[in-house]
């Protein structure tokens, strides 16, 4: 990115870079999944749709449950809030995936103790949350709550998975938080530069939490 660009203070999107091809955030989301494809089978839950347990999991799916908050949400298999101990049933599923879903919860521990709870033994939560990100302008602004950083969800997730059975990746450097910030998209941005970790910019936090 140019001096200039970096100098700016309008980014190139205002829609994450959705509206320019790719969001640069997507490519850490699926390599962490497409790192862990192997735990998405038997009987799968996604947040919102189940695009990702198609593409990641494939045949191995045998069945799939999709949780929305909105009744009329095309696909939806179960309604409710994640936070309800009522919504989802316990010792379900083999596999839950929740990409950037945790920091529209306030109440985040409760979320992620009726996560666990709705795991069968050996059962395996794929989660991401957003670090360093712009902030919704649209549908989710009124309930963008949190940003975490690794020790913060290491720590949330620590209370309920044996830390055994819980590992973390975060994904990011100063470029791909640079330029997710700005809204640049995949397509515009050197992929390579992308490959190198720095904790200090967390664009994604990643934990595979194993009941």
């Not at 010792?91 to 945790?102: K, V, W």
């Not at 949190?146 to 913060?152: N, R």
Request: include cysteine; charged fraction near 20%.
């Amino acid at each position: 990115m140019s001096v200039g660009r970096l100098a700016s203070t309008v980014p190139l999107s205002a829609e994450f870079g959705f509206d320019r091809g790719t969001p640069v955030d997507r490519h850490y989301i699926e390599a962490f999944l497409a790192a862990n494809a192997a735990d998405i089978r038997g009987r799968v839950l996604e947040i919102g749709d189940d695009s990702y347990s198609r593409q990641f999991g494939g045949k191995r799916v045998t069945q799939q449950d999709v949780l929305h908050v909105d009744p009329d949400h095309p696909g939806a298999t179960i309604i409710g809030d994640l936070c309800d101990p009522s919504v989802l049933p316990s010792a379900a599923f083999d596999c839950m995936i929740l990409t950037q879903t945790l920091h529209l919860i306030f109440d985040m521990g409760q979320a992620v103790a009726q996560i666990r709870r709705a795991l069968r033994p050996a059962g395996v939560a794929l989660i991401t949350v957003p670090g360093i990100t712009p902030i919704d302008r649209g549908e989710w602004n009124a309930t963008w709550y949190w940003s975490l950083t690794g020790p913060a969800l290491q720590r949330l997730l620590s209370d309920r998975f044996e830390p055994g059975k819980l590992t973390l990746q975060v994904y990011g450097n100063l470029y791909s938080a640079s330029a997710f910030l700005h809204g640049a998209a995949l397509e515009e941005v050197s992929r390579a530069k992308l490959e190198t970790y720095d904790p200090a910019y967390p664009v994604i936090v990643a934990a595979r939490a194993e009941a």
